[in-house]
């Protein structure tokens, strides 16, 4: 699975957005809008995308027809209002991420895993609907959505460059996805491992591939 294969991000990210980390750690207390959003993504991430309908997340939701539509054109625009903001959510936290370390790109590296980590246990479900449905949205916001996660990949890769100095850009990119088919595998994880322990596990094997070193 690759960064394009992602959705959520935490902490650093634009206010007012709908995936489960958007905010975290305020006390801005999420809008309606963003509880349809939430229930919605839920239901194509279980369903798929063609076996949900306005009617299926309006009732999921506790709303009419007519107060859904005031909120959302239709599934389309819950699409786009979801994923959009994740990739740009991404990649302002990824850069944030870096900038607090300039001048040790292995502590950079640990804070970006760390980041994704969190990311990924906090929104397996538009990770999903990521995974699958993206070729769904219009032609201009799936160019944005890719551009956005293209620009995400580069600052794992400008890190992981400094850290591994043998890696060229293009050896250090496919670890890069290697270690986001790592840490985006939450949506099929299931619950027999606690939280604490599955973010300590996507953390090592993420470091592990990225760093060329053995699981603990």
């Known amino acids: ?29 999420r809008s309606r809008r963003d509880e349809i959003l939430e229930i919605a993504m ?13 009617d299926d997340i309006g009732s999921a939701a506790g709303v009419t027809g007519p107060a859904l539509y005031h909120h959302f054109a239709g599934k389309e625009a819950m699409l786009v209002a979801a994923l959009m903001p994740v990739s740009e959510g991404l990649l302002q936290g990824g850069r944030s991420r870096v900038a607090a370390h300039r001048g040790d790109p292995r502590a950079a590296l640990e804070s970006l895993v760390d980041f994704h980590v969190e990311f990924a246990l906090a929104n397996p479900a538009v990770i999903a609907v990521h995974l699958h449905e993206l070729d769904r949205l219009p032609e201009e916001p799936r160019r944005q959505i890719r551009r956005l996660q293209r620009l995400y990949v580069e600052e794992w890769v400008g890190v992981l460059t400094a850290v591994r100095k043998e ?5 250090a990119r496919v670890l890069a996805h290697a270690a986001f088919g790592l840490m985006n595998s939450t949506p099929f994880l299931g619950g027999e491992v606690d939280r604490d322990r599955r973010a300590m596990l996507l953390r090592a094997a993420a470091l592990a591939a990225l760093l060329g070193q053995g699981v603990q």
């Open 167 to 171: 890696l060229t850009p293009g050896e």
């Open 1 to 29: 699975m690759s960064v394009e294969q992602v959705a959520g991000a935490q902490a650093d990210t634009p206010s007012g957005q709908s995936p489960k980390s958007w905010g975290a750690g305020t006390s801005k207390r």
């Open 42 to 54: 839920g239901l194509f991430a279980s369903r798929g995308y063609h076996g949900v309908s306005m």
